[in-house]
C-alpha cells in the first residue's frame, strides 16, 4: 500500500466534497497535517490532534480521518505518543457522522501496512485498536460504512494482515451472529457474501471448525432466495477448502437441494461451479451421483440453466481425466506434459481400476518372471527406452536432481532403472520353465497370475510383491486414487492367499491322471502324457467373435466417463442448439475439447473425430479460430500418428482462413511443428512464406509474431533448408515498415548466422555475410546502416562465429560506418565497439591486427560532435547499459 501523499495535487474536486468550496484555488496546495503545525492557540501538536479530531466542525473531523497515516508517521518515534494517537483514532470511530467514520475506515488498510512494517515496535497496535474497528463496522447501520469495512477487511485478509486469531475470536463470531436465522435481512446478505469471500483466504481448519455448519444451514434458506444464491455461486470455493471428506458427508446433500432450486438464477450457479464441486469428489461419487444431476441441469426447462450447463459440459468431462491413464498432465502455468513412468510399465506389469496401478513399483530389489511379447509396448515406450539408453546417467547429480523434483502427484518414486533389454535377451536365451525354475520355491507357492486387457500373456507377480506396493501406497492415503488402488490391491492380495492356499491342496493330485466320469483314468492324458491345454501354445490369444468389437470399444469408453455426458457434448454441434440454447455453443465446444481429448485419451480419439471436424469447418470464424490456438496441445494429446492423419489436414485449412484463425496457428507454430516428422515438416517450409501476405497490411504484429516464431522454428530444420527457405523471409522482414517487426527481424537474421556456422556451413554464412553487407551496410537509407550495426553487435554477443571469421569479414563495414553522416548510426556503432567488441579476448590480446584501429576509430567517436556518439563511445562497459531504443 502507497502511502497517502502529503500534499494535495490537482484534488479540489475532492476537496469540494468536503466543504473546501470556500478556499477556492488556493486549496490546491493545503497539506493536510498542516493543523499540527505551531500557531497562536499555544497547544501541543497532540492537543492540537485533540482539538480538530472532536471539533463540531464536520469537515475537521474529516480532515483528521483523512490525514491518520500521516499523523502517526509523525509520530512514531515516540511510543507514548503513538499509543495516544491510536486511542484518539478508537474514540474516532464512534464520531456520529457516517462520512467521518467512512473516511476513517478508507485508511484503514494504508495504517495496518504501516503498523506491519513498524511491528517490532507496535507488536499488538494494529489486533488491539484497529480489528475491533473493523469488526464493528461490519454491523453499523450506515450502508456506506458497511460497505467500506467490507472492502477494507477483504484487503486486509489478502495481505495477511490478520492474524488466525483475530479471525477466529473478533471476525468470524461476527459473521456467525450476522447470519443467524433471526438476524436482519440486509445484514445477512451482505454477512453471506463476505463470509463465502473469506473462505478462501482461510484455512482449512477454520473453515471447517467455525464456517462449514453455518454455511450448510444458509444453503438451506428458505425465506432468503438472496442467501442460496450466493451460496450456490461460492459452493466450489467451499468445496475446494473443506476437500473430499467433508464434501462427500455435508456439503453434496445441499448441492444436490441447490441444483434442485425453484429459481432457475440459484440453478445456473450451480451449473457454473460443478467443476470446482467435481475436483473435490471421489471418482465413484463424480461418476454415480453428480453425472445424472449433471444431466437434470442440461435438461433444464429454463434456456439460461441449460446454457450454463453446457458451457461447463467439457470441463466437467475434464474432471475424469487421471493422469496415471492418460500419460500426461497440466503443470501451473498451463503447459501439458508426459507423466514420468517407470520402464516396467512399458512391460505391462500395470493393470486399471479406477486409476493405473502399477505393480513394478515395489519390485525394485525382488527378482521378477515377466512373460511379454514386444508387440505390447507403446511406440512412446520405446521411444523412452531409446533416449534413457542413449542418455544414461554420469554421476549423483543427476539423481539429486531427479529427487528434487519428486512429486507425488506425478509418481511414487523416482523411476525405476531400465531393464527391458536384459529381460528380452533372457527371455530368448532361457525357457519358460527355466525361467520360473529360478525363482525361489517360497516364492513359486505365492504367485498369482494378475489378468490385464491389453496384455495376451500371463504375468506372474508374487503376494509379497503386491504386499510391498501396498507398503508404498500407505503414506499417500489422502490421494483419492491411492485408496481406490489400496483396495484392489486388498483384494489381489486376499486372491494371492487364497491361491496359495488351493495350491497346496492340490499338490498331491497334480502327479495323479484325472478321471472320467466312471472313476477310470483319462485315457487321453495317460496316452499323451497331460492335458489337452498343455498342447496349446502360452501366447496364444483368445478367439473373438468381430461382432464384440463394437461393444468392446462401447465399454472402453463407458469406463472413462459416462456415455450420457459423452453424448450430449457430441451434441452441442447440432445447428438445433444453438437455436434452442446458445448462439455460442460452439464456441464452447471447441474451447473445451482438448480437455475432453485428454480425459478420453488416444485409444477413444475417434469418439470425438467427426465432431471435431465439423468445428473446424463451422461458418463462425470464433469457433476455427478456437480451435486454431489449442491445435498444438490437442497434438500433444493424440500422439505423432493420429496427428499426422487427423490433425494435419485441418492445420493446412487454418493456413489458408482469415488472419483472426491464422494468428491462432501462428503464435504456436513451432510447438504444431515439432511434433511432426522430418518428412512432414518439411513439406511446411514452402507455406511460411504465406504468412507474409495478410488480409490487412496494417496488421504488423502478424509479422512479428511470425519472426518470433521462426527463432524458435531454426532448429527443427538443416542449415540448407534454413538457407534456402528462411533466410529469404528474414531479409524481407527486416526491410518492414514498422519498425517494431524489422529489429526483431535483425535477431532472427543473427540466429540463421548463427546457425550456420554451428552445423560447419562456413560457405553458407560467407554468402549470407555479403549479402547482409550488401543489404545494410551499403544501403542509401541511414535506417538500414544503423540496422548493420546492430546486426554486428548482436552477433559478437551471441558468439554467433569465430572472431577472426568477424573480423575479417564483418569489422572492416563495421568501422567503415564510424564516419557515417547520421548521427543515429554512429550512436549504434560506438555502443557495439564500446559494449561488445572490444570486450572480446580476441580483440584485447597485444597483437591483434585490429586493436589500434579500434583504438583510432573509438578516440574519433569520442570526439564526435554529437553528445550522444561521445557519451557511447566513453561509457565504461562495466555500466549498466543505457536503453538506445529512443536513438532508433
Not at 534413457?388 to 554421476?395: Q, S, V
Not at 518428412?679 to 509474431?705: A, C, G, H, I
Amino acid at each position: 500500500f502507497a502511502g497517502l501523499s502529503l500534499y494535495f495535487e490537482d484534488g479540489h474536486d475532492d476537496l469540494d466534497d468536503f466543504g473546501f468550496d470556500d478556499y477556492g484555488s488556493e486549496c490546491d496546495g493545503i497539506r493536510i497535517t498542516a493543523f499540527l503545525d505551531a500557531g497562536q492557540d499555544n497547544l501541543t501538536p497532540l492537543g492540537r490532534l485533540e482539538k480538530y479530531a472532536f471539533s463540531e466542525n464536520v469537515f475537521n473531523r474529516q480532515i483528521v480521518a483523512r490525514g491518520l497515516l500521516d499523523v502517526l508517521r509523525e509520530f512514531s518515534d515516540n511510543e507514548n505518543d503513538f499509543i495516544s494517537v491510536m486511542e484518539t483514532v478508537a474514540r474516532m470511530s464512534e464520531d456520529g457522522e457516517p462520512t467521518v467514520r467512512a473516511e476513517l475506515m478508507e485508511q484503514v488498510p494504508n495504517i495496518a501496512m504501516f503498523l506491519h512494517e513498524s511491528q517490532p515496535n507496535f507488536p499488538a497496535a494494529f489486533s488491539r485498536y484497529l480489528v475491533p474497528i473493523v469488526v464493528r463496522y461490519l454491523t453499523d447501520p450506515n450502508n456506506q460504512v458497511r460497505k467500506t469495512s467490507q472492502a477494507a477487511l477483504l484487503v486486509l485478509l489478502e495481505q495477511g494482515l490478520i492474524c488466525k486469531g483475530d479471525m477466529e475470536t473478533k471476525v468470524c463470531p461476527v459473521l456467525l451472529d450476522l447470519t443467524e436465522p433471526s438476524s436482519d435481512d440486509d445484514y445477512k446478505i451482505e454477512a453471506v457474501a463476505i463470509m463465502c469471500k473469506l473462505v478462501t483466504m482461510l484455512s482449512k481448519d477454520t473453515v471447517e471448525h467455525l464456517l462449514l455448519l453455518r454455511f450448510c444451514e444458509l444453503c438451506s434458506d428458505a425465506r432468503l432466495f438472496q442467501v442460496r444464491k450466493v451460496c450456490a455461486a461460492n459452493f466450489g470455493e467451499f468445496c475446494s477448502i473443506v476437500g473430499q471428506d467433508a464434501t462427500e458427508k455435508l456439503l453434496m446433500s445441499k448441492f444436490f437441494d441447490l441444483c434442485s432450486d425453484s429459481l432457475w438464477g440459484i440453478r445456473k450457479a450451480c451449473a457454473e461451479c460443478f467443476m470446482i464441486v467435481s475436483n473435490s469428489t471421489s471418482p465413484g461419487v463424480r461418476r454415480t451421483k453428480l453425472s445424472p444431476l449433471f444431466i437434470s441441469l442440461i435438461s433444464d426447462q429454463s434456456r439460461w440453466v441449460r446454457q450454463a450447463a453446457f458451457q461447463s459440459l467439457g470441463r466437467f468431462i475434464s474432471t475424469f481425466a487421471n493422469p496415471s491413464s492418460t500419460g500426461l498432465y497440466f503443470k501451473e502455468d498451463g503447459t501439458l506434459l508426459e507423466v514420468p513412468r517407470c520402464p516396467f510399465d512399458r512391460l505391462g506389469l500395470g493393470f486399471d481400476s479406477g486409476g493405473a496401478l502399477w505393480l513394478a513399483l515395489c519390485c525394485r530389489d525382488s527378482p521378477l518372471s515377466i512373460e511379454s511379447d514386444s508387440t505390447h509396448t507403446p511406440p512412446r515406450g520405446r521411444h523412452e527406452v531409446q533416449e534413457r539408453n542413449n542418455n544414461p546417467p554420469t554421476n549423483n547429480e543427476e539423481t539429486e536432481q531427479t529427487d528434487e523434483n519428486f512429486n507425488s502427484f506425478h509418481y511414487w518414486r523416482p523411476p525405476l532403472p531400465d531393464i527391458s533389454e536384459e529381460l528380452e535377451m533372457l527371455k530368448d536365451q532361457v525357457p519358460l520353465q527355466n525361467q520360473t525354475a529360478g525363482i525361489k520355491e517360497g516364492e513359486k507357492e505365492e504367485m498369482v497370475v494378475l489378468e490385464d486387457g491389453e496384455m495376451a500373456g500371463l504375468k506372474p507377480v508374487t503376494s509379497s510383491q503386491i504386499q510391498k506396493v501396498l507398503d508404498c501406497l500407505q503414506p499417500h492415503m489422502d490421494d483419492p486414487d491411492a485408496q481406490a488402488q489400496v483396495q484392489v490391491l486388498s483384494a489381489a492380495l486376499k486372491a494371492a492367499q487364497q491361491e496359495r492356499q488351493s495350491e497346496d491342496t492340490e499338490g498331491q493330485s497334480e502327479s495323479q491322471p484325472p478321471e472320467d466320469g466312471n472313476g477310470e483314468p483319462d485315457e487321453e492324458f495317460s496316452q499323451n502324457g497331460g492335458t489337452a491345454e498343455e498342447e496349446q501354445t502360452p501366447n496364444q490369444p483368445p478367439q473373438q467373435t468381430t461382432d464384440s468389437a463394437p461393444i468392446e470399444e462401447l465399454k472402453e469408453t463407458e469406463n472413462v466417463i459416462p456415455q450420457q455426458l459423452l453424448d450430449q457434448y457430441l451434441s452441442m454441434t447440432d445447428p438445433a442448439r444453438a437455436q434452442t440454447v446458445d448462439t455460442e455453443i460452439a464456441k464452447h465446444c471447441a474451447f473445451s475439447l482438448p480437455g475432453v481429448a485428454l480425459t478420453l485419451g488416444q485409444q477413444n480419439w475417434h469418439c470425438l473425430k467427426d465432431t471435431y471436424e465439423t468445428l473446424a469447418t463451422d461458418v463462425q470464424w470464433k469457433v476455427r479460430r478456437t480451435l486454431a490456438f489449442s491445435i498444438h496441445e490437442l497434438a500433444v494429446i493424440l500422439g505423432d500418428q493420429l496427428t499426422a492423419a487427423d490433425l494435419v489436414p485441418i492445420f493446412n485449412g487454418f493456413l489458408k482462413d482469415l488472419d483472426e484463425v491464422r494468428i491462432g496457428v501462428l503464435k504456436h507454430l513451432y510447438d504444431f511443428l515439432k511434433l511432426l516428422h522430418a518428412e512432414k515438416r518439411r513439406e511446411y517450409l514452402y507455406q511460411l512464406q504465406e504468412f507474409m501476405v495478410t488480409d490487412n497490411s496494417r496488421n504488423w504484429r502478424f509479422r512479428y509474431e511470425l519472426a518470433e516464431q521462426l527463432i524458435l522454428i531454426i532448429e527443427l530444420y538443416s542449415h540448407y533448408d534454413v538457407y534456402d527457405y528462411l533466410r529469404q523471409i528474414a531479409l524481407t522482414l527486416c526491410s518492414d515498415k514498422v519498425s517494431e517487426v524489422r529489429w526483431i527481424s535483425y535477431k532472427l537474421v543473427v540466429e540463421i548466422l548463427q546457425k550456420m556456422y554451428a552445423c560447419g556451413a562456413h560457405d553458407l554464412g560467407l554468402n549470407f555475410i555479403n549479402e547482409l553487407i550488401v543489404r545494410f551496410c551499403h544501403c542509401p537509407k541511414w535506417v538500414g546502416r544503423q540496422a548493420f550495426a546492430f546486426i554486428c553487435q548482436a552477433i559478437v554477443e551471441e558468439d554467433c562465429m569465430p572472431m577472426d571469421q568477424f573480423a575479417q569479414h564483418l569489422l572492416p563495414s563495421l568501422l567503415s560506418l564510424s564516419s557515417d553522416p547520421v548521427a543515429n548510426v554512429r550512436v549504434l556503432v560506438a555502443k557495439a565497439l564500446r559494449q561488445s567488441v572490444m570486450e572480446k579476448a580476441y580483440f584485447k590480446e597485444p597483437g591483434s591486427a585490429y586493436s589500434d584501429e579500434l583504438e583510432e576509430t573509438v578516440m574519433a567517436l569520442q570526439a564526435d560532435k554529437d553528445r550522444d556518439v561521445r557519451f557511447f563511445a566513453s561509457q565504461d562497459s562495466n555500466m549498466a547499459l543505457m536503453d538506445t531504443a529512443a536513438l532508433i
